[in-house]
């Protein structure tokens, strides 16, 4: 990843402004609970519905709370995707049961973001990221990029994730419980809050302690937590692959 140039090419924005954001928390015995402009599951169309798993509906909820309509690009992030709906067909697969070819076309990794796009009638177009424990840091990257080539066109980053099956336990090591929220991202100026982006050269533009790449399902809801708080909320800042990302209030961006 070359870090040096996204920070300092001609063109980037100097912060990307968050317009609207929504999310969904997952916590014990099932229960959800509806942050934001998160649209309501009814408001996804019933066809669309009844294909989506749980991390779909969480996911296309969200996008669809802060872009209804199609004039909005998609970065969909998640680091596992639909593992449960994966697992599942691998399972009928080694017991020799036939793969529900509807369950495998949800089952790949950009099935989210397009449901979103056939949901709210775009044509745009959106990306599918996955980078491990860094995900969601990777998923601001590529909007940021696209919010430099297309300044005019905001960026809606969505990202979904749902805790592993019992299966791959071995491999857990940041389950909150599942987590879905979507942010839509602006290169024009604006209030509230903003992400800042920076090369990490072992200093930091302020007093706050940056957190040393934190895995993405406990940036996340830092993130969620950090956007239903008081806008007066003290900064939030990170480093991961080279970069130092920063989250606050865009008056002290910009002054």
């Not at 063109?11 to 229960?31: D, F």
Request: with cysteine; net charge negative.
């Amino acid at each position: 990843m070359q870090t040096q140039s996204v920070a300092v090419s001609h063109g980037a924005p100097e912060a990307i402004h968050v317009g609207s954001w929504a999310a969904v928390l997952c916590g014990p015995g099932g229960t959800e609970e509806r942050l934001g402009s998160c649209a309501e599951e009814k408001e996804i169309p019933a066809g669309l519905r009844r294909r989506l798993g749980t991390l779909g509906r969480m996911g296309v909820a969200c996008g669809l709370g802060v872009a209804p309509q199609g004039d909005a690009d998609i970065v969909f992030c998640s680091r596992h995707g639909d593992i449960s709906l994966a697992h599942q067909l691998l399972t009928a697969l080694v017991e020799g049961e036939p793969m529900s070819p509807a369950g495998f076309s949800m089952s790949v990794h950009n099935a989210v973001p397009g449901v979103l796009d056939l949901a709210r009638k775009a044509r745009i177009g959106h990306t599918a990221i996955a980078a491990g424990a860094q995900t969601l840091s990777a998923g601001l990257v590529e909007a940021w990029l696209r919010l430099a080539a297309r300044p005019h066109l905001d960026v809606v980053l969505v990202y979904a994730e749902t805790p592993l099956p019992e299966f791959y336990d071995q491999f857990t090591d940041g389950d909150l419980g599942g987590t879905a929220f979507a942010l839509r991202l602006s290169a024009h100026k604006g209030e509230g809050v903003c992400f800042s982006l920076g090369s990490d050269r072992g200093e930091t533009p302020s007093d706050v302690q940056p957190l040393d790449a934190p895995h993405t399902e406990f940036l996340a809801r830092t993130i969620i937590e950090m956007l239903r708080g008081p806008a007066s909320r003290a900064e939030l800042q990170w480093r991961s692959q080279g970069f130092l990302w920063s989250l606050g209030s865009a008056a002290d961006a910009t002054s």
